[in-house]
């Protein structure tokens, strides 16, 4: 486990376009959040360090590859459960800024478009015969197929039920 000190995280944000920043204050990352929160059954506190995690990784502090990892060890939770806490955040937090860092290394969109005070041309221009960062840093965390998890239903006294009947399993 690794602690981030405060002026650490918040130099990293200041660093990042303000696109970025904007969305992670935006109202849709903090309900895509709680949503997972809520999805997964997470105590308050699990979904404070969910969040952290995300950040962290977000502004390069962690790395993306270890992120499963991570949420498992802080939030106490298995590891299916964090395989499928793992895909919603990649499907409704990190591919979005995914996308916002393809536009800006392929050049097509500029931090100046989104914060009029920069000068044009601070960024250097996209080597097209190099293979893009984002692709090769995103390609860990992003091809993992959501995982089924089988739920064995229980009564209210937490006692098994029976299993139903297969009709077409035949005995041996």
């Not at 990042?16 to 992670?24: R, T």
């Not at 960062?133 to 089988?150: G, H, I, L, R, W």
Request: one cysteine or more.
């Amino acid at each position: 486990m690794t602690i981030h000190n405060s002026q650490e995280v918040s130099e990293r944000l200041s660093q990042l376009p303000e696109s970025f920043q904007d969305f992670l204050a935006s109202p849709a990352c903090v309900k895509a959040l709680i949503s997972i929160s809520k999805k997964y059954n997470l105590h308050v506190d699990q979904t404070g360090k969910l969040s952290d995690q995300a950040v962290y990784t977000i502004i390069g502090l962690e790395k993306l590859s270890d992120f499963k990892t991570r949420i498992t060890n802080e939030l106490g939770i298995p590891e299916d459960i964090a395989n499928l806490i793992t895909y919603d955040i990649n499907q409704q937090i990190f591919s979005k800024i995914r996308k916002e860092l393809e536009e800006l290394s392929r050049g097509i969109k500029t931090p100046a478009e989104n914060s009029p005070g920069e000068q044009v041309g601070q960024l250097p221009k996209p080597n097209p015969s190099a293979p893009a960062m984002f692709d090769v840093k995103m390609t860990s965390v992003t091809n993992v197929p959501k995982q089924e998890v089988a739920v064995t239903p229980q009564t209210a006294d937490n006692s098994k039920v029976a299993p139903t009947r297969d009709p077409y399993h035949e005995p041996i």
